[in-house]
């Protein structure tokens, strides 16, 4: 079964959007996606509800996720790490133990090639159009990796 973690900075607006959106876009039996955050802030907390939200409008149901941390263990459980902008990335990388685990981690929009700034941006301290727009570039986004990870 192939891995795949989405990590944003509290675990409760992009990558669990991220999560349930590529999730939907794959098969359950060959893939297994979960999502995690690489500060403590919202530890076993539901998404943010806006997120909630967006995703429910589209049909994703991620009200069950549940925020968590980034582990050093994450490197050994999954295949490939997204990281939703380039200070995730650095965090991630940080604790990286070898090259093995540095191959592992990519830049969450690097994967789209229409995208120019490659930092997913933060909708928490904005409004519902911003948790649209997120959504908006993770489903793409989504298609993209899913399309490649089916291939």
């Not at 992009?14 to 403590?40: E, M, N």
């Amino acid at each position: 079964m192939t891995s795949i973690l989405m990590v944003c900075l509290g675990n409760i607006c992009r990558s669990p959007l991220a999560h349930g959106i590529l999730q939907s876009k794959l098969p359950t039996d060959l893939f297994y996606v979960d999502s995690v955050g690489t500060a403590a802030y919202h530890i076993g907390n539901n998404p943010d509800t806006r997120s909630i939200a967006v995703a429910k409008q589209n049909g994703i149901d991620i009200s069950t996720q549940s925020a968590r941390q980034f582990k050093v263990s994450d490197f050994d459980l999954f295949d490939y790490i997204y990281a939703m902008d380039q200070s995730n990335y650095t965090d991630i990388i940080s604790l990286a133990r070898n090259d093995i685990d540095i191959k592992k981690v990519k830049l969450f929009l690097n994967a789209n090639a229409a995208i120019k700034d490659k930092n997913m941006p933060d909708p928490y301290y904005g409004d519902k159009s911003d948790f649209e727009y997120v959504f908006k570039l993770a489903n793409e986004t989504c298609d993209i990796i899913a399309k490649t990870l089916k291939h």
